[in-house]
C-alpha cells in the first residue's frame, strides 16, 4: 500500500492557482519539499472526484513515486490513482543532469505536455534555480508546458535566486514559504533511493541486441573505440515519431551490437539516446565523467625529446594511423609511446621510466602492453597508478603469466582509504598458451578478481576496429612477450579533393572513416552543408585507402633457435620492427648469461624476418660514449634501413 498522504486545506494558494488557470508550474531550490506539495494537491483535488495530473521534469529523481513508477532518467507524466502516482508517459533523457541538458529536456516537457489531457496539470520543476542554467530552463519550461501560474516555494519573494525571471514572465506568481519539516535528501540518500527506482524499473527487464547500424544514435555517447565506456550507461528507445518506447541500461558494446536489458515494449525502435547517466561500479546510478572526445585534426606529439647525453636518440616511426615514439630513447628504459591520430588516446609497450610523460597522457592510456615483470619495464606502473585515480574507465593490461600478481603487489603497497568510488582499476590479462586469463584489480581491494576468461588464437591479446595486437611468447630466463601492431587498413583524406568540395574538416570525417573501417557504405554522413550522403560515395570521392602497415616490439630475449623462430614468424613482412640490440658479437658470453640480443643477432632476425625498418633499441650503457660499433654490427647483418646511425638526432619516417 502506498504511504498515507496529507491534504490541503481548500483555500490553499496551489489549489486555487490550479482553478484559476489549470497548468501550475511548482519552482524551489532542492529540498524545499515540491514533490510533497504535488502530491498533497492531487490527494486533495482526488477527494474531490477531480483528476490531476503531474509531469516530473526532475531527471535525476523523478517525483513521481513509488518506486518503479517514474524512472530515473526521463521526465514523467503521471496521474493520481488510488493513493498513488499512476505512469502515463515518460521522455528518455538517459541523463541525470537537468542543467547541463537542457533543451533535450524543455523538448520531452513539451512532448509530455501535449499528451496530458485536459484538466489540473502540475509541473515538479527540478531543483535548478541559480545561474544561466535556472535562468534559461523558468521560462523555457513555462512556455514548453503551457504554464498559467507559478507557485514559488521559497521563504519570500525577494530571495527566491530567479525572482526577475519570474517576473519577466508576467504570470500570476504566488510565493510560499517551504514546510518547516522540508529537508534536502542529500547526495547520497538521493543516490541511493534514485538506484532503487532505477533497479525496480528494471526488475521486469530482459536482454536485447540491438544492431547499431540499423538505428540513428542521439545524445552524447561515448566513442565507439572505448567499448568500455558504454558498459552501464542507461539507452533510450525512440519509435520513427520520437515518441520514447523504453528505458534500459547498456551490457556490453560488441562491435556493431549492443547488449541491453530493457523492459519489454511494443514498437520498433528507430533511434536510441545515449547521454551520461550510468551505473558506477558501487552498482548505484550516477553521472559518468565525460569521455575524452575524439578529434577532428592530429595533436601535437605529448612525448618529451629525451636529454641526448643520457638517452641517446629517441626514434620514431610513422604508420599513419599510429605514431610510435621510444620515450626514453635507445638507452633509457624501454618505454614504446603509440599515439592514435585524431584520438586523444594512446598505447604503451612496456612501462619503464615515465619520468617525462605527463599525467594528461596517462588519462589517455586505454590499453598496457607489457613484455615481462623486470623493473626497467614495469616500474612506470606507479606512475599510471597515481594519474587515473578519478573517474576514469578500467586501462587494460596485457603481459605473460604473474603479471595480475605483479601488479597487485604494487596496488596493494599503497594505503587507499581516501579514494573511495576514485580508485583506479585495472583489467589485467596474462597469455597462457592460447588463452587469455583475465582479472580486475581495483585500488584498496586485497587481491584481484577473476574475471571471464577468453580465447587468444595465434596470441591473439586485444581487437577492435580498426587494429589488433598479437603476442608471441620468448625466453628471458623467464616467459616474456613480444607484441605485434597489426592495422586492418590506413584512412587518409585526400586534403585537396577536400577542398575543391569547399568542405571544412571537422569530427564528421571522423565518423566517415569509423564508416569505412566498419564497412557500412550505405551509412550516411551529415556534411558541414547540412546535406547527407552515403559513406561509400564518400571515401570514393575523398579518401586514400591502403593495407594497414605492421609494428612488432621485441625485447629482452635470449639468441636461441626458438626465440628466433617465434620472433621471425611474428615480425615477418612487417613495416617496422623496434628489437634490442644491447651487446656486440664479442660480447656474446655477457648476452648469453644475461639473456639478451647482441647487434649481429637483431639484424640476422629483421633480416630473416624481411621487415623493411628495423629500429634497434636498449643498448647496454656501457656503450653510451659510441654507439658506431652496434650500428656497424647491424648493418652488416641487415642491408635495410636502420634508425638511429651514430651522429643520428633521432629519426622520424
Not at 9 to 27: E, I
Not at 491 to 520: D, F, I, Q, S
Request: net charge neutral.
Amino acid at each position: 500500500m502506498p504511504a498515507p498522504t496529507e491534504h490541503l486545506p481548500a483555500d490553499h494558494p496551489l489549489l486555487t492557482l490550479l482553478q484559476r488557470h489549470g497548468r501550475v508550474l511548482v519552482a524551489g531550490a532542492p529540498g524545499s519539499g515540491k514533490s510533497t506539495l504535488v502530491r498533497a494537491a492531487a490527494a486533495t483535488l482526488a477527494a474531490r472526484g477531480q483528476a490531476c495530473h503531474c509531469l516530473s521534469a526532475d531527471p535525476g529523481l523523478p517525483g513521481i513515486g513509488p518506486p518503479g513508477i517514474g524512472p530515473p532518467g526521463a521526465a514523467c507524466l503521471g496521474r493520481w490513482e488510488g493513493g498513488e502516482w499512476r505512469l502515463e508517459a515518460i521522455a528518455a533523457l538517459a541523463t541525470l543532469d537537468a542543467a547541463r541538458f537542457r533543451l533535450p529536456l524543455v523538448q520531452a516537457v513539451r512532448r509530455l505536455a501535449e499528451q496530458a489531457p485536459a484538466g489540473a496539470l502540475l509541473l515538479d520543476a527540478p531543483g535548478v534555480v541559480r545561474g544561466a542554467a535556472g535562468a534559461e530552463l523558468l521560462p523555457a519550461l513555462v512556455q514548453a508546458a503551457g504554464i498559467g501560474a507559478l507557485l514559488v516555494l521559497a521563504t519570500d519573494a525577494a530571495s527566491f535566486p530567479l525572482h526577475e525571471e519570474c517576473r519577466a514572465l508576467g504570470l500570476e506568481t504566488v510565493t510560499l514559504a517551504p514546510d518547516p519539516h522540508a529537508r534536502h535528501p542529500g547526495k547520497r540518500r538521493r543516490r541511493a533511493r534514485r538506484s532503487d527506482d532505477w533497479d525496480a524499473w528494471l526488475a521486469q527487464a530482459r536482454e536485447t541486441v540491438l544492431e547499431l547500424p540499423a538505428l540513428a544514435l542521439t545524445g552524447a555517447a561515448p566513442p565507439r573505440s572505448a567499448p568500455e565506456a558504454w558498459a552501464g550507461r542507461q539507452v533510450g528507445l525512440l519509435d520513427a515519431r520520437g515518441d520514447t518506447l523504453g528505458l534500459g541500461e547498456i551490457l556490453a558494446l560488441e562491435g556493431d551490437r549492443l547488449r541491453i536489458r530493457a523492459p519489454a515494449s511494443t514498437g520498433t525502435p528507430r533511434t536510441l539516446v545515449v547521454r551520461d547517466a550510468r551505473r558506477g561500479r558501487d552498482g548505484q546510478l550516477g553521472t559518468a565523467r565525460p569521455q575524452a572526445p575524439i578529434l577532428d585534426t592530429p595533436e601535437p606529439d605529448d612525448t618529451p625529446a629525451p636529454l641526448e647525453s643520457r638517452d641517446g636518440p629517441r626514434p620514431r616511426a610513422d604508420l599513419g594511423t599510429f605514431t610510435a615514439t621510444l620515450v626514453n630513447g635507445v638507452f633509457g628504459d624501454p618505454l614504446l609511446h603509440l599515439r592514435l591520430r585524431h584520438q586523444s588516446r594512446s598505447l604503451l609497450f612496456d612501462l619503464g621510466d615515465p619520468g617525462r610523460l605527463p599525467a594528461r597522457l596517462a588519462h589517455q592510456v586505454s590499453d598496457v602492453f607489457i613484455s615481462h615483470a623486470h623493473f626497467d619495464h614495469i616500474g612506470g606502473f606507479l606512475w599510471l597508478l597515481r594519474s587515473r585515480i578519478g573517474e576514469y574507465p578500467p586501462c587494460r593490461l596485457y603481459g605473460p603469466p604473474g603479471l595480475a600478481e605483479h601488479l597487485q603487489g604494487l596496488v596493494s603497497g599503497i594505503l587507499w582509504d581516501r579514494v573511495a568510488e576514485k580508485a583506479p582499476r585495472f583489467e589485467v590479462g596474462e597469455l597462457h598458451g592460447e588463452r587469455l586469463e583475465r582479472w580486475g584489480i581495483v585500488a584498496g581491494d586485497a587481491r584481484p578478481s577473476p574475471l571471464p576468461s577468453r580465447p587468444a588464437p595465434g596470441g591473439l591479446l586485444h581487437e577492435e576496429l580498426g587494429f589488433r595486437v598479437r603476442a608471441t611468447t620468448l625466453d628471458h630466463g623467464t616467459p616474456v612477450l613480444a607484441f605485434a601492431l597489426e592495422p586492418e587498413r590506413q584512412v587518409a583524406v585526400r586534403k585537396e579533393r577536400l577542398e575543391a568540395h569547399g568542405w571544412p574538416p571537422g569530427p564528421w570525417l571522423g565518423t566517415l572513416k569509423h564508416h569505412v573501417l566498419a564497412g557500412e557504405g550505405e551509412a550516411r554522413v551529415r556534411l558541414p552543408d547540412g546535406t547527407t550522403r552515403t559513406a561509400a560515395s564518400l571515401a570514393q570521392a575523398l579518401l586514400l585507402t591502403r593495407p594497414g602497415e605492421r609494428l612488432v616490439y621485441a625485447t629482452d630475449l635470449g639468441d636461441t633457435a626458438e626465440n628466433r623462430r617465434r620472433l621471425v614468424s611474428l615480425a615477418r613482412g612487417a613495416r617496422v620492427l623496434f628489437c634490442e640490440a644491447p651487446f656486440l658479437a664479442v660480447e656474446a658470453e655477457q648476452a648469453r648469461r644475461t639473456g639478451h640480443l647482441t647487434a649481429r643477432a637483431c639484424g640476422e632476425i629483421a633480416t630473416a624476418a624481411g621487415v623493411a625498418r628495423l629500429v634497434p633499441f636498449h643498448f647496454s650503457r656501457r656503450h653510451i660514449t659510441d654507439t658506431r660499433r652496434l650500428h656497424d654490427e647491424i648493418r652488416l647483418a641487415f642491408p635495410g634501413e636502420a634508425a638511429g646511425e651514430p651522429a643520428g638526432k633521432g629519426e622520424t619516417d
